[in-house]
């Protein structure tokens, strides 16, 4: 069993490129909805939730957990190595490609207060980001337009504009995506930044998640699905998750708030 969660719907983002690599497999995606959203969260609060969540996953046979929210990642994923035996996945912040990609040595990066602060995105970000200006913008408001489900353009093409627009006036011909929940607004990001790349690391973060479990002797099932639990309301959830490019025979089974954490 492959679980992920995420501080609501984005690690959606996540789960859809795990389930091109890995159809047959059972789900389980925890989103804590109620604590929406963790970007601007004591770095200690988040990593408690993240240990509570995790432990409620094993408990319910999870063999690896995606941590599919950078802001997650950024507090907690070390923490979480040292604690639980089985593998986590983090999110890595995709500087690297941007930086080598980007013709005129601009690259944007949305993500959030927490992600920024984090040693992670300090570290890639030294690494792979020498010979490139690299504007940093918080995504203000665009979790919360996700967590609505108002990610269609023009509703969120203002939120997003006045989150981009430094970067494209100082030259960006790539914008990273730092947080799971904003592929959810790719289209609006497309039509406001026209002939920009945009960079998703959700699929390399699927694919490393497919490799770790090979290595790991995994044996991959021959089911698919996914249940969902949530801290909060898991309507939205639900709605995006059945809007997912998905099989016919793959089951969605929404879990009671009562079994959650
Ligand atoms: N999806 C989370 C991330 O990737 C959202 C952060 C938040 O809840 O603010 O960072």
Request: with cysteine; proline share 5%; charged share 20%.
């Amino acid at each position: 069993m492959i679980a992920l969660f995420d501080s609501g719907v984005g690690g959606l983002s996540v789960f859809k490129e795990l389930y091109r690599i890995l159809p047959r497999e059972d789900y389980l995606y925890y989103s804590d909805n109620a604590n929406c959203p963790y970007g601007e969260k004591p770095v200690q609060f988040i990593r408690e939730r993240a240990f509570e969540i995790s432990r409620l996953l094993m408990g319910k046979g999870a063999h690896i957990i995606v941590v599919a929210c950078n802001t997650a990642t950024a507090a907690a994923i070390h923490a979480l190595r040292e604690r639980f035996d089985i593998p986590f996945i983090g999110m890595e912040p995709a500087i690297k490609p941007a930086a080598l990609q980007s013709k005129s040595k601009v690259v944007g990066v949305l993500a959030t207060a927490g992600t920024f602060k984090g040693e992670l995105y300090r570290q890639t970000s030294t690494r792979y980001a020498s010979g490139v200006t690299v504007i940093e913008r918080v995504g203000k408001g665009l979790v919360e337009l996700v967590e609505k489900g108002l990610t269609d353009y023009p509703h969120s093409s203002e939120a997003v504009m006045e989150c981009i627009r430094p970067m494209l006036d100082k030259g960006a011909d790539y914008i990273v995506l730092g947080c799971t929940h904003y592929p959810f607004l790719e289209d609006t990001i497309r039509k406001c930044a026209p002939g920009v790349g945009i960079i998703n690391p959700a699929e390399a973060v699927a694919k490393h998640t497919a490799d770790i479990l090979q290595d790991n002797g995994y044996v991959f099932g021959n089911g698919g699905s996914l249940e969902l639990l949530s801290s909060g309301d898991g309507s939205i959830l639900e709605k995006m998750a059945r809007s997912l490019p998905l099989e016919n025979g793959f089951a969605i089974v929404r879990a009671s708030t009562e079994s959650s954490c």
